[in-house]
């Protein structure tokens, strides 16, 4: 087989803010691997430090941000064609921004409105990062703009290049932003939700942009999200997120049908799909912890009904379970009582792996 | 419940909502819609932003005066100019919960106030003990304890913020709860939490649902009938059952290939149902509903309710 092609390696990145309330110790320690043209989706409650995992890798944290430990490893190809790796956290932020924001890394936001300047014609918005990144003239900019626009299914380009984000439909818009994050060729692309403000027609069509921009393209995304439909659909790798660390991880497959960490089986038993008519709902007792105070165990510890008395005192490596599956819990570990998922989520994955087939 | 008459609790019939942003422009938010809602029952409305779920919502708590249309509640016209009964019985019967808990909460009032306003309102208590006493034991039915009383709304997580609206709209004892997109804003763990409280509520109070929201697998899982909403107009009506097992309208069919599964083998593999209204010849101005079997209604023009049925 092929050597895969490496571009981002997080490696035990941990991060703090400093807030009027403490210091908030929003990662401990989270390491993600992403190969060329693959797909990650990072799944996790609000808070989990999903999203602050993928500012740090843009170099967008806030200024109250200190980076306690970790590397943040790029390879990208640089303007003379070679391949360069960079570590974002050791450079400073204007060789960020000329050289990797928009450049080689891209970035789709939760709310194309918000994100789009309402001022500005969307022609303007998505050539302004081809003139500054790739040096083009306005004219060859403009064309390329409208050939992008073309690319993310917008039909009439050339008239919609003079038309204001508010005149356009929340797909549309969402559209817009994908163009511009394509404007430059990214190598990578990070989708922070990128259809949680659409609805479900238009928010299978943005995926299915996506994806087909990436194959075609042959570029890397990261998916942060907490629907776990839209992992299913275009997730190769799946990390899952809880309380600032990774506490499984492993192909969607696995995740899926096999997974092994009492959160996620907690996660997939909360979420109704159609064949869902039990009385309650599942749900994960308890909430969140709060990343003010430092927890010297494990921080699922107190949600999860299987603890285990070192869980307390001692927070669980990654256990591997095969060559791209592991899990954090001293479940797995081999002194530990032998433990199965709820009989209801078991007969959940049985029913699923049975559709998945069927 | 009586089974033998049932009576609906809500009857909307023909509610027409515009608006005239300009003197040569209207928005026809709803259009021509009908529907009802029994005592007890969950209904969902569903359909994509824009359609009109919320402005029914808000036409039918009066929050708009509808253009045209009837909206009788528990036997009650309050559709025109309330007069002090009716206004009377729709503030207090009628309650809703938002979808932005933090939005929807002042700031600069405790959690005991701002669950209290609607007793302090309509004067439902004769001393400050009862009241105390009233909100308290709602605060113990959401999940919350009744050191809450004196907290504010941003000393809560946003589960918690939710329970404190639901608080809010229990307290006055509602025959209709109108839920506008409660649970879009909080997390997967938490949703079910929130949808666990709203079906132990129903099930202790017998209060009925009005629940608007655009993700289908929590309303297939939480209501009774459904109402599917597009551009305005009500599609296709009837028990979930109905709907999920036997779509008929192209749009309803488009809607529910669109749901994403949580299961990658069949998602990696679904395909989805497109639907555009502009190109595929349907027009929502003609038409009349045509009962299917049950409840189950379906909007067209007889050829296409024809074509679309034998189609299976």
Redesign the interface.
């Known amino acids: 087989m092929e050597e895969k092609d490496k571009i981002l390696d997080i490696k035990n990145l941990d991060v703090s803010f400093r807030t009027s309330a403490g210091t908030v110790h929003a990662l401990r320690g989270v390491n993600i691997d992403l190969y060329r043209g693959e797909t990650v989706a990072i799944v996790g409650e609000s808070g989990s430090g999903k999203s602050v995992s993928m500012k740090a890798a843009m170099g967008l944290l806030a200024p109250n941000a200190t980076v306690n430990d970790g590397q943040i490893l790029f390879r990208f190809k640089n303007s003379s064609g070679e391949i360069e790796e960079a570590d974002i956290l050791k450079k400073d932020k204007k060789w960020i921004r000329r050289n990797i924001n928009g450049k080689h890394m891209a970035m789709v936001f939760q709310d194309p409105m918000t994100s789009l300047d309402p001022t500005m014609p969307i022609g303007r918005q998505i050539t302004e990062g081809i003139i500054a990144h790739l040096g083009l003239s306005k004219k060859e900019a403009w064309e390329k703009a409208r050939d992008l626009l073309l690319e993310v299914g917008i039909t009439d380009a050339e008239k919609r290049m003079h038309h204001y984000p508010h005149q356009l439909s929340g797909g549309m818009r969402q559209r817009v932003v994908i163009a511009i994050a394509l404007s430059c060729d990214p190598d990578l692309l990070i989708c922070d939700e990128p259809t949680t403000a659409l609805d479900v027609t238009i928010q299978a069509m943005i995926l299915d942009l996506i994806m087909k921009v990436q194959k075609t393209r042959g570029i890397s995304v990261i998916y942060i999200t907490h629907d776990l439909g839209v992992v299913a659909k275009v997730a190769d790798y799946v990390n899952v997120m809880y309380a600032g660390k990774i506490v499984e991880v492993g192909n969607v497959n696995e995740i899926f049908y096999e997974p092994a960490h009492p959160y996620t089986w907690g996660l997939l038993s909360a979420m109704p799909d159609l064949s869902t008519d039990d009385v309650r709902l599942y749900t994960i007792p308890g909430s969140p912890p709060n990343l003010l105070h430092e927890m010297p165990g494990d921080a699922f510890a107190a949600r999860n009904p299987y603890a285990l008395a070192i869980d307390e005192k001692e927070h669980p490596p990654m256990f591997k379970i095969t060559e791209t599956h592991s899990a954090a819990t001293w479940l797995l570990d081999p002194r530990a009582p032998k433990v199965e998922m709820p009989a209801e989520l078991k007969a959940r994955l049985e029913r699923m792996r049975r559709e998945a087939q069927g | 419940m009586n089974s033998s008459n049932r009576q609906p609790l809500l009857q909307v019939e023909h509610l027409k909502q515009y608006f005239k942003p300009r003197r040569d422009y209207t928005v026809k938010a709803v259009d021509d819609v009908n529907f009802e809602i029994y005592p007890g029952e969950v209904y969902g409305l569903v359909g994509?932003?824009g359609s009109g779920k919320s402005t029914i919502g808000k036409s039918v708590i009066r929050l708009y005066t509808p253009t045209s249309g009837k909206i009788i509640f528990k036997g009650t016209d309050i559709s025109g100019t309330l007069t002090k009964d009716a206004r009377d019985t729709l503030r207090t019967k009628m309650m809703m919960i938002f979808q932005d808990p933090m939005a929807s909460l002042n700031p600069r009032k405790t959690i005991g106030d701002i669950i209290g306003e609607g007793l302090d309102i309509h004067k439902q208590y004769t001393s400050r003990d009862e009241r105390r006493e009233k909100i308290v034991s709602i605060l113990k039915k959401v999940g919350l304890s009744p050191e809450h009383y004196n907290r504010y709304p941003h000393q809560f997580?946003?589960?918690q913020r939710q329970r404190v609206g639901i608080a809010r709209a229990l307290i006055m004892n509602p025959d209709l709860i109108i839920a506008d997109e409660c649970i879009s804003a909080l997390?997967?763990?938490?949703?079910?939490?929130v949808?666990?409280l709203l079906?132990d509520i129903q099930a202790e109070t017998g209060s009925a649902y009005l629940f608007i929201a655009?993700d289908?697998?929590?309303v297939?899982?939480f209501s009774d009938r459904i109402g599917v909403l597009h551009l305005g107009h009500m599609l296709e009506t009837g028990t979930t059952e109905e709907i999920?097992a036997n779509p008929v309208h192209p749009y309803t069919r488009?809607?529910i290939s669109?749901?994403?599964?949580?299961?990658?083998?069949?998602?990696?593999r679904?395909k989805?149902v497109g639907?555009d209204y502009a190109s595929s010849g349907i027009d929502y101005t003609v038409g009349s509903n045509h009962v299917l079997e049950g409840t189950h209604t379906v909007f067209g023009t007889d050829e296409e309710i024809a074509r679309w049925t034998s189609k299976q």
């Not at chain 2, 997390?187 to 079910?192: E, H, K, M």
Request: hydrophobic letters at 35%; charged letters at 20%; glycine letters at 8%.
């Open positions: 994509e932003s997580s946003g589960g997390d997967v763990s938490i949703q079910a939490q949808v666990n079906k655009h289908l697998s929590m297939k899982y999920f488009s809607l669109a749901i994403p599964l949580p299961n990658p083998g069949l998602e990696k679904r989805v639907y």
